[in-house]
């Protein structure tokens, strides 16, 4: 009998390992945001900054860029998963794509000026790009 590993397309390890980069990226995220509890004084549960902090635009800038981050994760991960089934290769140029749109996106976002999230706004071409590829999965299977 087959295992799971034996029906997938070798170059699959490809989409596996951008799904784990994403997760150390996103943990590096989660850093910043835990290093800008400290320097901004945003002590737990508070999810923001109070507006009578005078920082709080700058940790709020920081914390929103990861947030918007976690919003979108899982739909990237399931066009990354989906589309990485018959395009492993595309799919996983994609994702690295998508994580250095986020990373331009986080760090943007995170100078305190929210316009200079706009800078990493081109992840959203690799969002297309997997969606692409994901349909032409679902589309394959139903003519097969």
């Given amino acids: 009998m087959a295992s799971v590993v034996d029906l997938l397309p070798k170059e699959y390890g490809y989409v596996v390992l951008v799904l784990v980069l994403y997760g150390f990226f996103n943990s590096w ?24 902090n005078k920082d709080a635009n700058l940790f709020n800038c920081v914390q929103r860029g990861h947030q918007n ?25 994609l ?26 706004e081109f992840y959203a071409l690799s969002l297309l790009g997997l969606a692409g590829c994901s349909i032409s999965l679902g589309v394959n299977l139903l003519l097969r």
């Fill in 29 to 52: 995220m989660a850093f910043q945001v835990g290093k800008a509890r400290k320097k901004y004084k945003v002590f737990y549960p508070a999810l923001y900054a109070e507006s009578d």
């Fill in 69 to 93: 981050s976690l919003e979108i994760m899982p739909v990237f991960f399931v066009l990354l998963l989906l589309g990485g089934l018959q395009y492993p290769v595309v799919a996983a140029g």
């Fill in 95 to 120: 994702g690295i794509f998508y994580i250095v749109g986020r990373y331009f996106y986080f760090n943007g976002y995170a100078s305190g000026d929210p316009k200079n999230r706009l800078r990493g």
